[in-house]
């Protein structure tokens, strides 16, 4: 037997999964991260939080599956984009991680976009606060003195290699959330790194997600039983892992993420940045592939934060919806709980209920919650279609996707049919396994990342897209009322 190890770094958990030579999964865990905001806008987490996850997810799946286990030949990371990781000169971290949801460098990421807007077509995107690079501008005016002792920036998921292997590697499709990457050349950008003030010796040497990146330290190997030569691949955001575990690795292939945060992705043969249009343009995790996304800073992390809100659990809530489900729900939700970067990058945006009455119970604020965020993937659709990408049908992925209520909401407000996968929910974990595969036996990438058989397509609803579309035009003009008051509440 050969398995394959897919280690997830998310910011609400640490996931794993051990797939086998015939992609089966074969046992899953999964290690709840907490996150800390010690001041509005922030959002942060220990880097050692990660690995400490990383070693009790691996003991849960030895235990589980330990045979198995002991035949891992190689592991695929996948993880949080964005996230600033500074280490200093013996590689321990100098602060807590900033996180991709970190609004704090919106003046700063205004600043990048003011003094070098040609970059942006460069790097395939605005510069936005939760992107790496304004974060260190950040620190440079905050916390110079950390700034001075930095060695190298990391990515979440490539710290846990550089504890896993020693190296200091990341690859191409999280590289690109840095807006330090120049997207088309596949290489780091020395006009981005110079306009933060860096140049390439801070940063991590670059590789392909599918090729190997190092190897396992023999003393974590012997510590978790495995023996020989374990490969560890260059892995992949966890966007594009998401795409590879979908088999989104051709040109037009596309899907929706219903994870902590949400992505409507695309992708592409050809570098195609429009950074205007607050798209991202990015490398994807495979060579010779690109893809355009939108990405929203809220989705299934909505789900959640109503269900503490409301007290009761996500799945008797989501019933209870259901129950009820006929129509859209009489009051709105605008589900910017951290800001929002597609469609209007905006780190003041906030989360709002609007048109509340003695009459809207539990369940209709909890349909409202699934409304709000299948509206934000409206703006998103129309986004990539102001980008020159049309999207007539998709696949959707992520914790959210194994609700049929909200599928079928989905579909309805965005007007195009979805795809739901067998296994689809365990996402980008599965598809650092491929890579992890792809990584040890050279294969072609057409060979191993394929579909999964089709769990079900949930197609449009007439009436529902009748009634949508009102709805989502109500949706647009109260942010854009409101746009104004969150500047103001934020004390910008």
Request: charged fraction near 20%.
């Amino acid at each position: 037997m050969t398995t394959y190890l897919g280690i997830d770094v998310g910011t609400s958990a640490i996931k794993a999964v051990l797939v086998d030579e015939r992609q089966a999964v074969l046992a899953e865990s999964s290690v709840a991260l907490s996150v800390s905001r010690p001041q509005p806008l922030w959002s942060e987490q220990e880097p050692e939080a990660w690995w400490a996850a990383v070693e009790g997810a691996v003991t849960a799946l030895r235990k589980r599956a330990p045979a198995p286990f002991a035949a891992v030949l190689g592991i695929g990371l996948s993880g949080q984009m964005h996230g600033a990781v500074v280490l200093g000169d013996r590689d321990q971290p100098l602060c807590p991680a900033i996180l991709w949801n970190d609004g704090r460098s919106f003046r700063e990421a205004a600043e990048l976009n003011e003094t070098h807007p040609q970059l942006s077509h460069v790097t395939g995107v605005l510069p936005m606060p939760g992107f790496t690079a304004p974060k260190l501008l950040w620190l440079a005016r905050h916390r110079p003195e950390i700034v001075e002792a930095v060695r190298t920036i990391m990515l979440p998921k490539d710290y846990v290699r550089l504890k896993l292997t020693g190296e200091k590697v990341t690859e191409m499709s999280d590289a690109a959330g840095t807006w330090w990457l120049d997207e088309a050349r596949r290489d780091w950008s020395d006009d981005a790194l110079a306009a933060t003030g860096l140049d390439r010796s801070r940063m991590p040497r670059l590789c392909e997600g599918s090729d190997p990146s190092g190897t396992l330290r023999p003393e974590i190997a012997q510590a978790w039983g495995l023996s020989g030569r374990v490969v560890v691949a260059g892995g992949a955001g966890d966007a594009a892992a998401g795409a590879v575990g979908l088999g989104a690795v051709d040109h037009g292939a596309a899907f929706l993420s219903l994870g902590t945060s949400g992505q409507l992705f695309v992708t592409t043969s050809q570098f195609r940045a429009a950074p205007e249009t607050l798209i991202h343009a990015f490398s994807h995790a495979v060579p010779g592939r690109w893809f355009q996304m939108a990405a929203m800073l809220n989705a299934a992390s909505c789900l959640a934060w109503a269900a503490e809100l409301l007290g009761g659990d996500i799945a008797s809530l989501l019933q209870e919806a259901e129950n009820r489900f006929d129509q859209p729900a009489s009051c709105l939700f605008l589900p910017y709980l951290m800001g929002e970067r597609t469609p209007h990058n905006d780190p003041h945006a906030r989360g709002v209920f609007f048109g509340m009455t003695p009459r809207v119970g539990r369940a209709e604020l909890v349909q409202s919650v699934l409304e709000g965020v299948a509206f934000s993937f409206a703006d998103a659709k129309e986004s990539l279609e102001m980008a020159g990408t049309s999207v007539s049908q998709a696949s959707v992925i992520g914790g959210g996707s194994r609700s049929g209520l909200w599928t079928r909401i989905l579909a309805s407000a965005l007007n195009i049919p979805l795809t739901r996968y067998a296994g689809s929910d365990k996402g980008p974990a599965f598809g650092a396994a491929r890579l992890a595969r792809l990584a040890v036996t050279g294969e072609a990438v057409e060979a191993v990342c394929t579909a999964p058989p089709v769990q079900d397509v949930v197609a449009p609803d007439p009436r529902l897209v009748e009634a949508y579309g009102p709805r989502i035009k109500a949706f647009r003009r109260l942010y854009q009322a409101l746009k104004p008051e969150f500047e103001l509440g934020s004390g910008a």
